[in-house]
């Protein structure tokens, strides 16, 4: 990588090839971006426990440059979702992950923060931390071991190098809009669903009027 | 609270109560039905006259085809001996059953369990809300009428993921493509959520008893859910007065996964590997009161290897979880990092064992009814010898070195957090917080299982109750695991490690069962109950983590905001086993 960075294909005259160094904005731009990549502090599950002995000295990510785990998420740049998504908790997490400051990045580590994994038949469990918030990299595994986490944050950075300061989304115009919050109701509502939750409830309540019993009495009355 | 008890003292409230109690005759049951109205008195006279001053378990029961509802008291005596089972039915549309708080304030949590995914009411419980899900949730989701948005079918395994070729999605299936449902003609519009504020209100009306003279705003903070202090998705309410605790109400149900619900569902043997995800830290402990549940109901016994192999794996857990706990109590007290680090290496190494014998670092899944999955591969026992004999000792008295005497430890831990030996019990707190606060009650010792009578080792204690005292009582107990460990690889037998052939699918006789183990927690008991399907009919887990959180805010009390972080740590809980 370092080699690259300084390899921009211009020609540098002798006298100051080693005072002088030319590259690309997005190069160095990204460059500093992928080897900061603090994360968040914020274990949800048993993936949260492989995520501390990814931190540790084993394995110790700090080689990468992100041992610098933030409580809070203004400090934060990737949001590692370790373990499984709860109904409860879903409100939490949208609001942290609004919060962060762009750019910032979401690793979803373990089959359940991906897809609900063992748990996802369950009533308060949500089936993917994807359906509210974006994911960057999956990491599948319950729990993921640390290497495969490295490996998984390793791939954030190959997508970070990738990015152009041109296109990412955090310095086009207008306002970013935040993700709407969940409501707990009866069961979890996404606001963005108040339509539908509206238009189903009301069919539900016509196929239940429809299989009454006193309805199939009037109806069978009809046909008399 | 510690009577003196007479031999003979139940027989004679067996007697006296003749009347109101019926002796549960169904086969493969044991224990006895009280009529409602006399359960309470009834209790006073167990606890206070027989003994019986642990009500270790509470839980529901949902005999869904006679139209029941069952409540099943586990009732222990802490100087040892098997339980006393007691249950109360009621009606499943009207469930009321008078509340045992006042006499065991230990089951506030347990009872709020009950009514949340029950629906059954204890009356006269001093603060009955949700606790797992949240105010407003639709239903009582362990009832067997209930079903979940994404239910396929009653039973595993399904009969078919690929009807006539094509895979089956339950997303597909729901009509919001996600894994929520809602009432007929539900507004959404409509809804005001119940939101924190039956929670507040409770939580201020503790405070207005003790108020001075002096007039000051109380405060109330929220420290979690996302909070870097709480070892996950745990949160503390707290009423504040400068900086010293009012009244503080642990908030949970951040990771209820409904392990329950799952367990109902799921076969015998598909239950095992999410009972690792229980406590994640310790789950060799969690196969191990599973499988003793399971092996009692269908009267197996695992080859003497095995049994060794499963004391081995446990009493390593033990040191694991305990190393792990003094590692992140530093952390709370603010030496930040440097002692986990310390911790995680030795864990490191322990997890390489596991790994090597059941192929997971974390999530072993280890244990089967009638034994282990399989045995040992060569040369694992010299790698857990070379640990046990030569460097977790060594590493134990640096970590002491380091610990025990230093100073700022001691004036952060000592006297702070007391829980008195009478409250303790009566909270039912259990493991290192049970028996730093004075009560010696090991289930190793008390009540033995598997084959720990065999070994010689001692109970630890402590005596004032205090996080310094936790702290001493886990280190005691590493020091007592690699006892027994020594032990038992000394005297390891060859053979066998699995009684018959592996099976994936175990008839289980009907009946019920309580299985229970000392693990690092505290006593985590499994109570199944089994229909003589090839799924268990009622599954219940008792959670030491869970429960020893009902003591917390005895401890926190009049402590300082500091503190309570600190005390947290020193009760060791696990959101996974919590919430489950």
Redesign the interface.
């Known amino acids: 990588m370092d080699e690259e960075l300084n390899n921009p294909k211009y020609e540098i005259p002798p006298e100051i090839q080693h005072q002088v160094a030319i590259t690309t904005v997005d190069k160095i731009y990204n460059w500093s971006r992928r080897n900061s990549l603090w994360p968040m502090m914020f274990g949800l599950a048993c993936c949260a426990v492989e995520m501390i002995g990814a931190a540790a000295s084993r394995y110790d990510f700090s080689r990468f440059g992100m041992e610098v785990m933030r409580a809070s998420p203004r400090q934060a740049d990737v949001m590692i979702v370790s373990g499984t998504v709860t109904k409860k908790m879903i409100p939490t997490i949208v609001r942290l992950y609004n919060q962060m400051g762009e750019p910032k990045y979401v690793v979803a580590m373990g089959v359940c923060a991906s897809s609900g994994g063992p748990f996802k038949e369950g009533y308060s469990v949500v089936p993917g931390v994807d359906r509210f918030i974006p994911v960057d990299v999956y990491i599948p595994g319950c729990p993921p071991t640390p290497q495969a986490l490295l490996y998984g944050l390793m791939a954030l950075q190959e997508k970070i190098d990738q990015q152009s300061i041109q296109t990412v989304r955090w310095y086009k115009k207008g306002d970013s809009s935040p993700i709407p919050i969940p409501v707990l109701g009866p069961d979890l509502m996404d606001p963005r669903d108040f339509d539908l939750i509206k238009r189903r409830a009301q069919e539900n309540l016509q196929m239940e009027e429809q299989v009454s019993p006193t309805n199939i009495e009037e109806a069978d009355s009809h046909v008399g | 609270m510690l009577v003196k008890t007479s031999s003979d003292g139940i027989k004679d409230l067996l007697s006296r109560y003749g009347d109101s109690l019926l002796a549960d005759t169904r086969p493969g049951f044991g224990g006895y039905f009280i009529k409602t109205e006399q359960l309470v008195p009834f209790c006073r006279s167990l606890r206070d006259e027989a003994g019986y001053d642990y009500l270790s378990s509470v839980t529901g029961v949902d005999n869904f085809p006679e139209d029941q509802m069952e409540v099943v008291y586990h009732f222990y005596k802490t100087i040892g001996g098997p339980a006393f089972v007691l249950k109360v039915q009621a009606s499943r549309h009207e469930t009321v059953i008078p509340s045992l708080t006042p006499l065991y304030p230990g089951v506030e949590f347990q009872e709020c369990e009950a009514w949340d995914l029950l629906g059954i009411r204890f009356e006269g419980h001093p603060d009955l809300r949700r606790i797992?899900?949240?105010e407003?949730?639709?239903g009582f989701?362990l009832r067997k009428d209930w079903r979940?948005?994404?239910?396929?079918d009653e039973n595993k395994p399904f009969k078919s993921r690929w009807p006539d070729g094509h895979v089956l999605r339950?997303?597909e299936e729901n009509?919001?493509k996600?894994?929520?449902?809602?009432?007929?003609?539900?507004?959404?519009?409509q809804?005001i959520?119940a939101g924190d504020a039956a929670l507040y209100e409770g939580l201020l009306s503790l405070t207005k008893e003790g108020q001075s003279d002096f007039k000051t705003d109380h405060i109330v903070v929220n420290l979690g859910?996302?909070?870097?202090s709480t070892?996950?998705?745990f949160r503390m309410v707290v009423a504040l007065e400068g900086e010293t605790v009012l009244s503080l109400k642990p908030v949970m149900?951040?990771?209820?996964?409904?392990h329950e619900?799952?367990g109902e569902?799921n076969t015998f043997v598909q239950n095992m590997?999410?009972t690792d995800?229980l406590d994640?830290?310790s789950s060799m402990s969690n196969n191990f009161g599973y499988a003793l549940a399971v092996e009692k109901l269908m009267d197996v016994h695992p080859p003497e290897r095995a049994e060794y192999i499963r004391v081995i794996m446990a009493e390593l857990t033990r040191f694991l979880s305990h190393i792990f706990s003094i590692g992140f109590l530093l952390n709370d007290l603010g030496a930040f990092f440097t002692p986990?680090?310390y911790a995680?290496?030795e864990?490191?190494l322990i997890l390489d064992i596991f790994e090597a014998a059941s192929g997971s670092?974390?999530?072993c899944n280890y244990f089967r009814f009638g034994g282990v999955v399989r045995d040992l591969p060569d040369g694992v026992l010299g790698k857990i010898k070379d640990l046990v004999i030569d460097r977790l000792p060594r590493k134990l008295d640096e970590f002491e070195r380091y610990l025990t005497k230093n100073d700022i430890v001691r004036v952060r831990c000592e006297g702070v957090g007391v829980l008195k030996i009478e409250e303790a019990i009566g909270l039912s707190a259990a493991g290192p917080v049970l028996r730093a606060s004075g009560v010696p009650y090991d289930v190793r010792k008390a009540d033995p299982y598997s084959i720990y009578d065999r070994f010689d080792f001692d109970v630890a204690y402590g005596l004032h109750g205090d996080i310094y005292d936790r702290y001493l009582v886990r280190v005691e107990e590493m020091r007592q695991s690699l006892r027994i460990l020594k032990q038992a690889l000394r005297d390891i037998p060859g053979g066998a490690v699995m009684n018959g052939k592996p099976q994936y699918q175990v008839r289980v006789p009907a009946g019920e069962a309580y299985g229970r183990v000392e693990g690092p927690k505290g006593e985590l008991g499994f109570y199944v109950i089994s229909n003589g399907k090839p799924n268990p009919w009622r599954y219940h887990v008792r959670a030491p983590s869970f429960i020893n959180l009902t003591s917390l805010s005895t401890m926190a009390k009049n402590q300082k905001i500091a503190d309570v972080v600190a005390l947290l740590g020193s009760i060791d809980i696990v959101?996974?086993e919590v919430d489950r």
């Open positions: 797992l899900m949240w407003g949730f639709e989701p979940e948005p994404f239910f396929e339950t997303e009509p919001y996600n894994n929520v449902q809602y009432p007929a003609a539900f507004d959404p519009d809804w959520p859910p996302q909070h870097p070892h996950g998705v149900g951040y990771l209820h996964r409904n619900k799952i569902r590997p999410f995800r994640y830290i986990a680090l995680i290496e864990r490191e670092r974390m999530m959101l996974g």
